[in-house]
């Protein structure tokens, strides 16, 4: 990068990625405003906590579109070392603000990666970690569409500030360094009109996805008769023992959190079933992975650490690389095949589930266990089976809640009850999730379908599909090349 490249930068940051974010300005020339001329910006109002149970939002729990299932605390409800009162805590200390209806929410953090909320209700709280914007003069649908366009979102990415975390945007950065094509504000009545349907559409699909716990708990309870709902730990319940009734304690520490009444109710209906030990339908002992030495750029082996587990899908692009002689040291203790199932073991993350469907030659990491069934498809029932509350509530009722992480250990997992596969439909189970799930996929493809037709009409007829083509040269402006 040139000295007379740098003093161009307008940020006065003076570097890479300020300038690349210059050379974008300087692209559109006059052609562009201020976002600020279309939209204010700023921080999300701290709102007083509800005294009834709420919906809340973080970042993590939207997708690209906006859209996820949100948390709903209950304090009446809400279980030691569970995300729930994690997320309490966070609102207790002023983490929690309530959107206009009509705004847009963008993140603070990590902000190019599209996570913007349409906020189309006033029922739903969300972390002050998400900036408010409201759109001055165009509707709400036409403002998102804007934000999302491949132009607009590259400038937000470009005004982003790094320091030591993620990532940063502030509601300046975003209003005054981000400029917005006016060909984009300024098309045909028409073109705005199906701009506005596009995204209206899109909404549309997305509001029909169901939560895949939702999914997998439905199928698992038509097939076994028993309900979700009727699974709940209240933290209003009290309840005493005696020191005979202590030997229904599913740990050796006999202590009263691993025999509390909620988890013995589960407990008692799952003995009405015909169930098996996890470890019996297995071929190998639960093992825990190993630590990674340093990663490669490129390679034909690959790691299975912990960011490939956050939408319990198989993600091969959250794969990370590792050298053939790392794999070849570690793949006989902590190698992957075809139907492996691994559950998260500690942390915010624990009991997260993943079912390896790849043949990819793959070493796991040691913040997760790996569970390996006699045959593939008994592995992706256990594996749903693993994700349904059922489980789910089993497992946080065993974790050890310490000083530190939250913790589950392979012996206590491999005592878990499982639903026997020989005595119930568990080809029809994993028929009826897959279906489901499917469906889900094609709702969110048909919504970025939708995305992508508004940007492609609004760079097609505003005469910025150039720039959108020149795009990828902001990566080698960025690299200094």
């Not at 906590?49 to 949100?70: C, L, M, N, Q, T």
């Not at 975390?165 to 950065?173: A, C, D, E, K, V």
């Amino acid at each position: 990068m040139k000295l007379t490249e740098v003093t161009r930068d307008t940020t006065l940051r003076f570097d890479a990625k300020a300038v690349a974010l210059t050379w974008l300005r300087q692209k559109l020339s006059n052609r562009a405003v201020p976002l600020e001329a279309i939209a204010d910006a700023r921080d999300l109002v701290r709102s007083q906590k509800p005294d009834e149970a709420f919906f809340y939002h973080e970042i993590s729990s939207v997708d690209r579109f906006g859209v996820g299932e949100p948390y709903w605390i209950d304090e009446d409800y809400i279980e030691e070392g569970s995300e729930e009162e994690r997320i309490l805590s966070k609102v207790e200390n002023g983490d929690i603000g309530k959107p206009t209806p009509e705004s847009i929410l963008v993140p603070k953090v990590r902000p190019y990666l599209g996570k913007f909320v349409l906020v189309d209700s006033d029922n739903v709280y969300y972390t002050r970690a998400f900036l408010e914007v409201r759109p001055k003069g165009i509707s709400p649908q036409l403002l998102y569409s804007v934000l999302k366009h491949p132009v607009v979102l590259e400038q937000i990415y470009r005004a982003c500030t790094i320091g030591k975390g993620y990532p940063t945007l502030s509601s300046f950065n975003l209003t005054r360094l981000v400029l917005v094509p006016v060909t984009l504000l300024s098309p045909p009545r028409e073109l705005i009109r199906s701009a506005e349907e596009g995204i209206s559409s899109m909404v549309d699909l997305l509001a029909k996805r169901r939560s895949e716990r939702d999914i997998i708990n439905s199928a698992i309870e038509q097939a076994l008769g028993i309900e979700s709902d009727s699974v709940a730990w209240t933290t209003s319940e009290r309840f005493s023992l005696t020191r005979s009734e202590l030997h229904r304690s599913v740990d050796v520490r006999f202590a009263a959190h691993f025999v509390r009444p909620a988890t013995q109710r589960l407990v008692d209906k799952l003995s009405k079933l015909q169930t098996s030990k996890i470890i019996q339908l297995c071929r190998a002992p639960i093992s825990l992975g190993t630590s990674p030495e340093p990663f490669v750029e490129d390679s034909e082996y690959f790691y299975l650490g912990s960011r490939a587990m956050t939408a319990e899908r198989l993600d091969p692009d959250k794969l990370d690389f590792i050298s053939e002689e790392f794999y070849r040291n570690n793949c006989g203790m902590y190698d992957v095949e075809f139907g492996d199932v691994f559950l998260r073991r500690s942390g915010a993350s624990l009991g997260k589930v993943l079912y390896f469907d790849a043949e990819t030659p793959c070493i796991y990491s040691d913040f997760m266990m790996r569970i390996r069934f006699h045959d593939p498809l008994v592995a992706k029932y256990a594996a749903y089976w693993m994700r349904s509350t059922f489980f789910q509530h089993l497992l946080h009722g065993i974790k050890v809640v310490g000083k530190g992480l939250q913790n589950v250990y392979p012996y206590q997992v491999a005592m878990l009850p499982i639903p026997r596969p020989d005595r119930y439909a568990f080809r029809e189970i994993v028929d009826a999730i897959d279906k489901n799930i499917a469906e889900n996929d094609r709702l969110k493809s048909g919504a970025n379908e939708r995305l992508s037709e508004v940007h492609k009409l609004l760079s097609d007829s505003t005469e910025l599909s150039f720039l959108v083509e020149e795009l990828p040269k902001l990566q080698l402006i960025a690299s200094g090349s």
